[in-house]
């Protein structure tokens, strides 16, 4: 147990809806990273944030879309979602980026099935 | 150009015996963080080992070890004594940029290891 949550574990929906997927990082992490992994994509970064702000992003589609709220947990909306949206979603998070405790703590995951 | 690459799709070894998973890494940032996860079939993504740019000793940590060689920009992974339990997939990733500053995380596409009893 790597001290990441997310939730939910498993979601199907429809195409052209909305969902928001949820993340609490490791106790007294200050940064969240959330990636996409997909069959065909492998694993990609979507977007960093650090102690709220965001701090760097990746190949994050402009239908998606994150937070960092002030008890820095995080959220990931995904919305007017594709079949091609089907993925496992990853939250991590570490200590602070570029230091010696950048190491990133992935949670178990969020598989997502659009329909 | 790829910024991480593993050239092993995949591999087999036997248990007890040592397996080295490749890495090589593309960047012009002086700072620099290299890492190895491991992706058992359940799905999650489990963190193994550490390398920062400015290290100077190879990382170590139980029966993993980095064989980083920064002037051929390569990043190994060593697994000694393979258990059955070490089958699964091997993501290398990179992540630059300095601290403070915009900074991006790569990861590779992977290899697949199975350990044969």
């Known amino acids: 147990d790597s001290g990441v949550t997310q939730t939910p574990k498993h979601l199907i929906t429809a195409t052209g809806q909305r969902v928001t997927l949820r993340c609490s990082p490791r106790s007294g992490d200050l940064s969240v990273y959330w990636y996409q992994q997909s069959l065909d994509q492998g694993l990609q970064f979507l977007i960093q944030y650090y102690n709220g702000e965001e701090r760097a992003k990746g190949n994050i589609l402009e239908r998606f879309s994150a937070q960092q709220f002030p008890d820095l947990h995080s959220e990931l909306n995904l919305s007017s979602l594709e079949l091609g949206d089907s993925a496992l979603y990853f939250c991590?998070?570490?200590?602070?980026?570029?230091?010696?405790?950048?190491?990133?703590?992935f949670g178990p995951g969020t598989r997502l099935l659009v329909l | 150009a790829q910024k991480i690459t593993q050239t092993q799709p995949g591999m087999f070894v036997q248990e007890k015996e040592a397996v080295t998973l490749d890495c090589t890494y593309d960047t012009s940032d002086p700072s620099y963080g290299l890492f190895w996860y491991k992706q058992p079939s359940s799905g999650e993504m489990i963190f193994l080992i550490y390398?920062?740019?400015?290290?100077?000793q190879n990382a170590t940590e139980g029966r993993y070890s980095l064989n980083f060689q920064k002037a051929r920009k390569s990043a190994n992974l060593v697994i000694s004594a393979s258990q059955l339990g070490d089958s699964a997939m091997y993501f290398c990733?990179?992540?630059?940029?300095?601290?403070?500053?915009?900074?991006?995380?790569?990861f590779g596409t992977g290899t697949k290891l199975q350990v044969i009893p």
């Open positions: 991590a998070s570490s200590v602070a980026p570029g230091t010696r405790q950048e190491t990133q703590y």
């Open positions: 990733a990179m992540r630059e940029g300095a601290s403070g500053g915009y900074q991006k995380v790569t």
């Open positions: 390398q920062g740019s400015y290290d100077q």
